[in-house]
């Protein structure tokens, strides 16, 4: 038997739900460097320092857009960039295995 394969069977919609709601990545200029206070967001699951942004491991995109303004706007920073990055089936597939999907 190869343990070393995934099998994961569901709908489009169960796959995604696999990696939850989404990743913010924000530039900011100014705000709080404790990342605790970013964890502090309802809608956070993890915060990670990224090239010289912040990468935040949301639940729900949408409310944590929200969120972030009114973050933002109590800590008084400002948003030079967001990148929001939604699940789709190739990072479902990355989490699943590692790998990316090949042409």
């Known amino acids: 038997m190869d343990h070393g394969r995934i ?11 696999l990696l939850g709601g989404g990743v913010l990545l924000v530039g900011l200029e ?22 010289g942004r912040i990468k935040l491991e ?19 920073c400002s948003i030079q960039s967001l990148e929001v990055l939604e699940p789709n089936l190739e990072s479902v597939f990355m989490h699943l295995t590692g790998r990316r999907l090949r042409n």
């Open 7 to 17: 099998l994961a069977l569901d709908t489009q919609e169960g796959l995604l739900q």
């Open 30 to 51: 100014g705000g709080p460097a404790d990342f605790d206070r970013w964890k502090s967001m309802q809608q956070v699951q993890r915060v990670t320092p990224i090239d």
């Open 58 to 76: 949301v639940r729900d995109t949408r409310a944590a857009l929200l969120e972030l303004i009114d973050f933002c706007s109590r800590y008084d």
